[in-house]
């Protein structure tokens, strides 16, 4: 019995080394010069501060991109219950991100993200607030990784 626990124990430790995050900006082949935020609301500015860790400079071999970055969100009513009274709402988020050559401001590429999610209402609004929140927080981190890798196979 204590074979088995101090194998599993042996695996556990040396089965996690070769472990790198997904997202890692060592192995990518591009960085980002400059991120212009055209639409100036708060979605634009956290997708460009999530991509803010791909602003480097050090690489020569590595392709450099310019973005123009504009969003928009809208929350529409998705369905009424009997009486007329909101049951649900619809989250959707849309961005357009437009990359440019590093040397000339040649438009390489425009990308297109639109990401919806339905939501229950409920009765009490300071924890509605909060879970719309969440749900754009959430979305927001989805495209920011979506643009990651559309970025990667330019």
Known sequence: MKKIILYFCFLAIYGCAGYEPLFSTKELSYY???IENVSKNNLTEKISKRLKNYTSKDDSNKKGYKLEISSNMNNIISSKDSKGNVSSYKMIISVNV???NQ???LLISTLNFNKDFVYNNQE???NLDKYKKDIQENI?????QDIIIKLQSI
Do not use: A, G, Q
Not at 140 to 144: A, H, L, Q, R, T
């Open 32 to 34: 980002v010069i400059d």
């Open 98 to 100: 437009k990359v440019f």
């Open 103 to 105: 040397d000339s401001d």
């Open 124 to 126: 009490n609004k300071s």
């Open 140 to 144: 927001i981190n989805k495209i920011s």
